[in-house]
């Protein structure tokens, strides 16, 4: 019964997923037609095919882009992002413009300007670090949705590593975070160097993985760097073995200041990892809160909107109404006069229970630099 169940659960995401993620034409914005456009700063460590598109193999280089994605008009909060080879603007995300820059000092520079022409407190950078079987579209179009949908401010960048694409591509991906350890890190020194507000790291599933690999890497020469340049972490439905997490804690040290793990007991891809990969636990299932109750992380379970959203595995991209409460904490009289760095500073500080979201706080409230 277990193998049967196993078997339809890899065909239907097989047959989901027969599409060519690798094309992401530009088709230039058409005001009159798209409801909105998110320009984006991108960061990518994949080489180029003979059409010109960023493909799934791995790069030596990492390139930087500034790019415009088009968003259509019908589009809701929490709708997927749809794409095509062939793109509607009515129907489908669209990259409207794309400028490669030339290095990561260029790439700096951008970014630095673009934080200038913001007000003082909107001067902010937000990392979104996509997961497993992701295109070069998916990433840069699924950070564009979420930038998008939860209003954040400031400046939104993406990097986007070079995922397989494809379901049978799970242990390709894996590598392709180790091979990406390198590249991520140069991004998150250089986002250090542009004199941001607030940076916060946005990673889902396996691109967690690669975030607490990059963090654990930096922290092996510059211990702190993390806490010292890092306001936030969300590790959203993170594939990652939870005894892998706690030894790339320990690494870490002392965690950004606000440290962030999403989790749902209902997500039908990590319970496959999870039996993939011999029956370990995966952090994102929520299982490990008495394994992890010294470390002073923020967990925030979102199994009861998993019936709300499309996407067991993105809860918290894909649910309407978890997104409308994320937005109404937005509103809060503290966020609202600039004395909370993110929306959910104005929510985990009080450690309140939202609707039916439980939010909890594991770990004493001591200083962090105790739990070596």
């Known amino acids: ?194 004199g941001a507000r607030n940076v916060l790291i946005m990673a889902h599933s396996m691109g967690g993985l690669l975030t607490m690999e990059a963090l654990r890497q930096i922290e092996m020469t510059n211990p702190n760097w993390a806490h010292r340049n890092i306001a936030s972490v969300l590790l959203i439905s993170p594939d990652i073995a939870v005894d892998l997490f706690k030894e790339q804690l320990d690494r870490v040290g002392r965690l950004p200041s606000q440290f962030v793990v999403f989790t749902s007991g209902s997500d039908k891809a990590l319970r496959l990892s999870s039996l993939i990969n011999s029956g370990t636990d995966r952090l994102g299932l929520g299982n490990s809160s008495a394994e992890l109750s010294e470390y002073p992380i923020i967990f925030v379970d979102v199994t009861d909107f998993n019936d709300d959203a499309k996407n067991s595995h993105f809860v918290v991209a894909e649910s309407p109404a978890l997104i409308a409460l994320f937005n109404g904490a937005a509103n809060h009289e503290e966020f609202a006069q600039g004395r909370s760095r993110t929306v959910l500073d104005t929510m985990t500080d009080r450690t309140v229970q939202l609707n039916k979201s439980v939010i909890y706080q594991l770990g004493p409230e001591e200083d962090q630099s105790e739990l070596r």
């Open 1 to 194: 019964m277990m193998f049967k169940r196993l078997f339809w659960v890899c065909l239907c995401v097989c047959l989901a997923a027969c599409a060519d993620r690798t094309p992401a034409p530009i088709v230039p914005l058409q005001p009159d037609i798209q409801r909105d456009s998110r320009s984006l700063l991108v960061a990518t460590n994949r080489e180029r095919n003979e059409l010109g598109y960023f493909s799934d193999v791995r790069a030596e280089e990492t390139a930087y882009l500034r790019t415009v994605v088009g968003i259509p008009p019908g589009h809701n909060p929490g709708d997927a992002p749809k794409y095509s080879d062939n793109p509607n603007p009515k129907k489908h995300f669209t990259i409207a413009e794309e400028q490669e820059l030339k290095g990561k000092e260029a790439f700096l520079r951008e970014l630095k300007a673009q934080l200038r022409a913001l007000p003082p407190e909107q001067r902010e950078v937000t990392l979104f670090v996509h997961g497993y079987f992701n295109g070069y579209s998916d990433s840069v179009f699924r950070g564009a949705q979420l930038f998008s949908d939860f209003d954040t401010p400031g400046v939104g960048v993406v990097f986007s590593w070079p995922s397989a694409g494809r379901p049978t591509g799970y242990t390709y991906d894996r590598e392709s975070v180790l091979f990406a350890r390198d590249s991520l890190e140069e991004v998150l020194r250089t986002l250090s160097q542009a």
